[in-house]
């Protein structure tokens, strides 16, 4: 089935009205792996945006059909609900939202466009406040319970907390008594705060991550790595990942491409965006597209990109 279907795609930059897309086409089916590769300042960036929607182009001619339905007539979100991602060349730092909060809310506004419930962040039984007694706390110990012990809790910080795994709970109680500290049980069946840490430990991320606001003071590493876990939550139909490779040393590129091709299925496809081969060592595409002054001027297997390693984009004849 085709999953995505670009004909003869133009758009300008908004603000000057240069044009940077000159007529692309692309077709993905499900299950494929197209990459784009192409000398800095071609457009690969900047189609990857348009498709996505970005404020800064105008689309100036060509259709972008995405399962059928018109892309280029969709806002963001809706582009982001139909199935959509992007992992940006520069990701965006969100301050005062944490991590764990940003992937539930993008969580919850994909299952609501399926008209799903919302998910909860996590489930939580208080057991003990202060001096007071709540509940049964014998039990807490049993595998897949989490306890956390926290000052206040209000819904709306639904960061995960801090789990306290090494405490027993004699200590914790103590402590409950003399703070004034709560003292909670985590149930861990069916919650997002489950659903996403296995996620985090495949990505070899620490789960401190979750807490930390949206890309705010990570590295070039771990913004990529983050980008992943947003796509591995999300799991969207067709994954735009540009660049993803710049700035990771070789450990952190296995990582985020172990990550990636565990994501893919035969129902879903990926676009990756590379200066380099290097990448497409660990994520093997089925296409590889050369992309040359707003156009796709190449199109080949992954041997394409091996040439290119090999001979620059001189060595390349573009037809
Ligand atoms: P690539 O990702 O292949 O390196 P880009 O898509 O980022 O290329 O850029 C293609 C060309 O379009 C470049 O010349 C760049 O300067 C220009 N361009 C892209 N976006 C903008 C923008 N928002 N404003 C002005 N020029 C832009
Ligand atoms: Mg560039
Ligand atoms: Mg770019």
Redesign the pocket.
């Known amino acids: 089935r085709v999953l995505l279907e670009v004909k003869d795609l133009k758009a300008v930059?908004k603000?000057?009205g240069?044009e940077?897309l000159r007529g692309v086409n692309l077709t993905i089916h499900e299950g494929e792996v197209h990459a784009i590769m192409?000398k800095?300042?071609?457009?690969?960036?900047?189609f990857s945006k348009v498709l996505v929607g970005h404020q800064?182009y105008d689309v100036t001619g060509g259709s972008v059909l995405f399962k059928d339905q018109n892309l280029l007539e969709m806002e963001p979100e809706e582009r982001s609900h139909v199935g959509l991602f992007m992992s940006f060349q520069t990701p965006v730092e969100i301050p005062g939202v944490s991590n764990f909060d940003f992937l539930l809310m993008a969580f919850n506004a994909r299952r609501k466009n399926h008209g799903l419930p919302p998910v909860e962040p996590l489930e939580i039984e208080i057991l003990q406040q202060g001096s007071k007694s709540l509940a049964q706390p014998m039990r807490i110990f049993q595998s897949g319970q989490l306890l956390i012990v926290k000052s206040s809790f209000s819904s709306s910080s639904s960061s995960p907390l801090h789990p306290l795994f090494l405490l027993s709970f004699p200590i914790l109680s103590s402590l409950s008594l003399l703070t004034g500290m709560s003292v909670y049980r985590v149930s861990d069946a069916g919650h997002f705060y489950s659903l996403v840490t296995p996620k985090v430990a495949s990505l070899n991320m620490n789960p401190k991550f979750l807490d930390r606001n949206v890309n705010e003071g990570f590295s070039g590493g771990e913004k990529k790595r983050n980008e992943i876990l947003q796509l591995a939550v999300l799991e969207a139909d067709l994954a735009i990942l540009d660049e993803i490779d710049s700035g990771l040393d070789v450990d952190a590129l296995q990582d985020v491409a172990k990550a990636v091709n565990g994501l893919l299925t035969p129902n879903n496809s990926a676009l990756i965006i590379t200066h380099y081969q290097r990448l497409l060592e660990y994520i093997i595409p089925s296409y590889v597209h050369i992309?040359e002054d707003g156009m796709i001027v190449k199109t080949g297997d992954v041997s394409l990109a091996e040439q290119l390693e090999r001979e620059g984009y001189r060595g390349i004849s573009m037809s």
């Open positions: 930059v603000e000057s240069q940077i192409g800095n300042g071609s457009g690969k960036s900047t800064d992309m």
